[in-house]
C-alpha cells in the first residue's frame, strides 16, 4: 500500500463513512487538532521517565485515536460495532481518579501560574493548550452537527488532567511555578 493516495490532491479527505469533505470542515480541524494532541502527548512521552505517567499517557494516547476515529465517522457506524474505538464514560472517570491522585500531593493553587518549569512540565503545558483547541472545535462542530456529548467532556476533562500533570510534574522535579 502506497503512503500517497492523490485522492487529497484536490483539497477534499476521505471521511470514514465514504463521504468526502473539504480538507478545510470543521470536522477534519477537529480530528486534526486531537491528532496534533495525541502528537504532541508523543512528545511528552519521549521526556517521561516516570512508569505510571507513560501508562497513562499511552491510555489517553489510545482515546485519542478512537475519539478522531469517532469524528471521523458523521455516522457514527464504527463505534457503534468496535469497543475499540468509542470513548465511553468509563474513560472520563480514569482521568478524574487520575487527577484526584496527583493534585493530593500539590500546594494548592492562590494564583495563576505562567506554563513552564521543566522541559517535562513545559509539554504537558503546551499539550494542555492544544487539548483546549481541540475541545473548542469539537464544540464548534457539535452546534453544527451531530457529536456524541462525551466526546466534549472527555477533552474538558483531559485538559484539566494535563494542567495537574504539569504541574505535578514539576513539583515532583522541584522546579517552582511561576505565579502571574
Known amino acids: 500500500m502506497k503512503i500517497y493516495t492523490r485522492t ?9 463513512d465514504g463521504s468526502r469533505v ?3 470542515s470543521l470536522r477534519v480541524a ?3 487538532d486531537v491528532d496534533e494532541l495525541n502528537a504532541v502527548l508523543g512528545v511528552v512521552l519521549a521526556h517521561a521517565s516516570d512508569a505510571p505517567l507513560g501508562e497513562l499517557l499511552r491510555g489517553i494516547q489510545r482515546d485519542l485515536f478512537a475519539l478522531g476515529a469517532q469524528l471521523a465517522d458523521p455516522k457514527d457506524r464504527v463505534a457503534a460495532r468496535k469497543a475499540k474505538v468509542r470513548v465511553v464514560p468509563e474513560h472520563v472517570a480514569i482521568l478524574e481518579k487520575a487527577i484526584d ?14 506554563p513552564g518549569g521543566s522541559p517535562l512540565g513545559a509539554f504537558l503545558h503546551l499539550a494542555r493548550t492544544v487539548c483546549r483547541r481541540a475541545e473548542r472545535n ?5 452546534r453544527q452537527q451531530n457529536v456524541d456529548p462525551v466526546l466534549i467532556v472527555y477533552l474538558n476533562r483531559l485538559s484539566d488532567l494535563l494542567f495537574v500533570l504539569a504541574r505535578h510534574e514539576n513539583h515532583r522535579l522541584g522546579k517552582h511555578e511561576d505565579r502571574w
Open 8 to 16: 487529497g490532491d484536490e483539497g477534499e479527505t476521505g471521511l470514514v
Open 30 to 32: 477537529a480530528y486534526g
Open 138 to 142: 469539537v464544540v464548534a462542530l457539535s
Open 22 to 24: 473539504g480538507k478545510d
Open 101 to 114: 491522585q496527583r493534585e493530593f500531593d500539590l500546594p494548592p493553587l492562590t494564583a495563576f501560574i505562567l
